[in-house]
């Protein structure tokens, strides 16, 4: 038998080699409950934290599904992200989207959408929202014309359920005026 000796070397002990590319889960276009599947596995091999999932089945056009999670860092945030979208692609869903990319900041304050606005937020960027425009306050969940934040992963069953209720009034009355006439909110 032989003996190591020494530290193992890095290739050794580093879970990279370890990352295999997706197989195909079917020959055309996965169904909803085999992508939901699909990222949620991923996910869990590379460590995401605090996913939750919320079911959208009959109260959005656009998804079955939303899958919210975080990470240690950034980086780690956008390695999950790039991740599960090249699985994603590889099992036939080239069309995938991950907000907060691509620095994995948040996204409100560069897309110019709280300008006027009350939010919430980690802490930790409350300086950025005021700058931005955003008037913002320390509460578990706020809503301000459709825009629901809320602050950290223990805020996030509040946030669920604000979000739900937001999908099922539907469009609101001024993000709908304010589209119509080719302005966001």
Known sequence: MNERKGPLLTPAVSRAGAHSAA???????????????????RLDDMKAE???????????TIADAMVVTSGRS???????????????AAAGVPDARVEGMPHCDWVLIDAGVVRGRTLTS?????TDVRNAGGNWVDEEVVVDNGLVTSRKPDDIPAFNTKMIEEFCEG???????????GLET
């Open 50 to 60: 605090d996913t939750v999932t919320i079911d959208l089945t009959g109260k959005s």
């Open 23 to 41: 197989e195909p889960i079917s020959k055309v276009r996965p169904d909803a409950e085999e992508i939901l599947r699909l990222v949620l596995a």
């Open 74 to 88: 950034n980086r780690h945030v956008g390695s999950v992200a790039d991740r599960v979208l090249e699985d994603l």
């Open 171 to 181: 469009r609101h009355a001024q993000k709908a005026a304010l589209a119509g006439a």
């Open 122 to 126: 980690w802490p930790a960027i409350k």
